[in-house]
């Protein structure tokens, strides 16, 4: 091979437009500009996830909304009627509704992302684009239906409000943008560290399933806080999905009670889940494809 040829292919070598390169750090600001690029492809997943998931249906998106009004309608039956258990002076509708709706999008973004690596192995293994995109682009899908939810909740909101309902809102309503990333970030995190286990122990798919119908039991969705017994107190305070569901509550119905204690960790347990979820799922995804 001649000079000319030699000096050629160098030029060339130098004018990639995309170079690919083993990741050294989980995520960096390098990483950061590359999903920025990819933000076409996230759009694209929200649309095959949504198109996917109500292709062939009677009421399409509708059943974002009629799965919490017929949950709410059975807790207010069993849990307000038959139980007799307290909502803290807040109307039915509202409390079951609230708790419903976070709860179920806490639980969609976890269960979208635990699946990541089993439900995209086949794009996974032909095609290189960065993978965090999935993630990304599932707990947005998520938001959405939550702000279809939220915006079905307002409508019986400012209806009880119009009827002398004892809600009392505060200015804090503003922050729950703010609480949907918190819910959000737990919720991937969670399933982020449950798609990197997966791969190697399958099993834990069905754990999940079973210990998420536990801990809605656990979460103050069908009570408030203030009605658990005292000697179980500790177990809301590690549980991360006490604090940010109670507080809904004090903000929008002016009701409940939350310890700073419990707020701070759970934005603890979230910060650390969604820091090991990036770490588990960078390294997982190098070499998942060999135990898929």
Same mark, same amino acid.
């Given at each position: 091979? #001649?000079?000319?040829?030699?000096?050629?292919?160098?030029?060339?070598?130098?004018?990639?437009?995309?170079?690919?390169?083993?990741?050294?750090?989980?995520? #960096?600001?390098?990483?950061?500009?590359?999903?920025?690029?990819?933000?076409?492809?996230?759009?694209? !997943?929200?649309?095959?996830?949504?198109?996917?998931?109500?292709?062939?249906?009677?009421?399409?998106?509708? /059943?974002?909304?009629?799965?919490?009004?017929?949950?709410?309608?059975?807790?207010?039956?069993? =849990?307000?009627?038959?139980?007799?258990?307290?909502?803290?002076?807040?109307?039915?509708?509202?409390?079951?509704?609230?708790?419903?709706?976070?709860?179920?999008? =806490?639980?969609?973004?976890?269960?979208?992302?635990?699946?990541?690596?089993?439900?995209?192995?086949?794009? !996974?293994?032909?095609?290189?684009?960065?993978?965090?995109?999935?993630?990304?682009?599932? *707990? +947005?899908?998520?938001?959405?239906?939550?702000?279809?939810?939220?915006?079905? @909740?307002?409508?019986?909101?400012?209806? =009880?409000?119009?009827?002398?309902?004892?809600?009392?809102?505060?200015?804090?309503?503003?922050?729950?943008?703010?609480?949907? @990333?918190?819910?959000?970030?737990?919720?991937?995190?969670?399933?982020?560290?449950?798609?990197?286990?997966? *791969?190697?122990?399958? #099993?834990?798919?069905?754990? @999940?399933? !079973?210990?998420?119908?536990?801990?809605?039991?656990?979460?103050?969705?069908?009570?408030? @806080?203030?009605?658990?017994?005292?000697?179980?107190? /500790?177990?809301?305070?590690?549980?991360?999905?006490?604090?940010?569901?109670?507080? !809904?509550?004090?903000?929008?119905?002016?009701?409940?009670?939350?310890?700073?204690?419990?707020?701070?960790?759970?934005?603890? +347990?979230?910060?650390?889940?969604? =820091?090991?979820?990036?770490?588990?799922?960078?390294?997982?995804?190098?070499?998942?494809?060999?135990?898929?």
């Amino acid at each position: 091979m #001649d000079k000319n040829t030699t000096k050629a292919t160098e030029k060339d070598d130098e004018n990639w437009d995309l170079i690919l390169q083993p990741k050294v750090r989980s995520l #960096d600001s390098k990483h950061i500009r590359e999903l920025i690029r990819y933000r076409d492809l996230i759009l694209l !997943f929200i649309k095959r996830d949504f198109t996917t998931q109500y292709k062939q249906t009677v009421l399409g998106p509708l /059943w974002y909304l009629v799965q919490p009004l017929v949950t709410t309608v059975c807790y207010t039956f069993v =849990f307000g009627k038959l139980a007799n258990i307290g909502t803290d002076e807040v109307p039915y509708m509202l409390f079951y509704f609230a708790g419903t709706m976070l709860w179920t999008y =806490f639980t969609g973004v976890l269960n979208s992302a635990a699946g990541i690596f089993s439900s995209n192995s086949g794009i !996974f293994g032909k095609v290189y684009f960065p993978r965090l995109t999935v993630p990304i682009s599932t *707990t +947005v899908g998520q938001m959405i239906k939550l702000a279809l939810q939220f915006m079905c @909740l307002l409508v019986f909101y400012f209806y =009880f409000i119009f009827k002398g309902a004892p809600v009392h809102p505060s200015w804090k309503v503003c922050l729950f943008p703010l609480l949907v @990333l918190w819910i959000g970030f737990l919720g991937c995190g969670l399933g982020m560290i449950v798609s990197s286990l997966t *791969t190697k122990y399958r #099993d834990l798919n069905q754990l @999940l399933g !079973f210990g998420l119908s536990l801990a809605m039991y656990a979460t103050p969705i069908v009570y408030p @806080l203030s009605q658990a017994p005292e000697k179980f107190q /500790w177990f809301f305070y590690i549980n991360p999905m006490s604090a940010p569901i109670e507080l !809904f509550r004090i903000w929008f119905y002016g009701a409940g009670h939350v310890p700073v204690t419990m707020t701070l960790i759970s934005l603890a +347990v979230t910060g650390l889940c969604f =820091f090991f979820g990036l770490i588990l799922f960078n390294k997982n995804e190098r070499t998942f494809v060999d135990v898929i």
